[in-house]
């Protein structure tokens, strides 16, 4: 049985500049959720998605947003990138409301 | 306050036993979990419990839950080198996400 994945591991970029996260979800699992984990935080819910739909969203604007896709991996893309989207980047698969599984993240830096 | 709050620091002796407090706010029916992260990786999921239960027990770990305190603790018995690492309480799921506490660096004295 394969884990939750993401691509990339590291990632940097400008202010200003647009990014893409990718992750591919545990074998039978349908839904996806990202999370953000700042330096020395907890992690803090973005967004979930459930076949290929967003149903449900944390407290992040609208430069924030997602797909999924018919195999259940899912895509985060950040527009306009601030100083302050460097962080790690969480994404957990899960069956429906059952417990959430987490990949490695991906660190993405801003300068 | 927030929602999940922990201490941010415990430090024990290897062999003995580690207890990690978490204490939420919202008292409508959820799960608990408990997550451990290693320096630069994800999160791992080591235990959760239902908010009618008292406590689950798995392994060298065991779970203890006060509801009418609102108050979560992990019990780590026996603890090695390889249990360092942060601890992580979260309540809810589905829809609404996990929100998590900011975690407990737990050091291990040799």
């Known amino acids: 049985e394969t884990g939750v994945t993401q691509s990339p591991t590291h990632l940097i970029k400008t202010r200003g500049q647009q990014v893409t996260l990718r992750c591919s979800s545990q074998?039978?699992?349908?839904?996806v959720s990202w999370y953000q984990q700042a330096l020395g935080q907890g992690p803090q819910f973005i967004f979930q998605y459930y076949r290929e739909e967003e149903n449900g969203r944390g407290n992040f604007p609208p430069r924030f947003s997602g797909l999924q896709f018919p195999n259940y991996s899912s895509e985060l893309n950040v527009n306009a990138l601030e100083l302050d989207d460097s962080a790690l980047y969480l994404c957990?698969?899960?069956?429906?409301?059952?417990?959430?599984?987490f990949g490695p993240g991906t660190r993405l830096t801003v300068l | 306050g927030e929602d999940v709050e922990q201490s941010l620091f415990l430090s024990v002796r290897e062999g003995d036993s580690s207890v990690i407090n978490c204490t939420y706010t919202?008292?409508?029916?959820?799960?608990l979990y408990w997550y451990k992260q290693e320096p630069g990786a994800g999160l791992q999921l080591l235990t959760y419990i239902f908010s009618n239960m008292d406590m689950k027990q798995d392994q060298r770990l065991t779970v203890l839950l006060n509801k009418k305190d609102k108050h979560l603790s992990l019990r780590i018995a026996d603890t090695q080198t390889g249990d360092s690492a942060i601890y992580f309480c979260a309540k809810g799921g589905g829809a609404d996400g996990l929100t998590f506490g900011k975690g407990t660096h737990l050091i291990i004295q040799p």
């Open positions: 919202d008292s409508s029916s959820t799960y």
């Open positions: 074998s039978g699992h349908n839904t």
């Open positions: 957990a698969s899960s069956f429906g409301r059952d417990e959430q599984f």
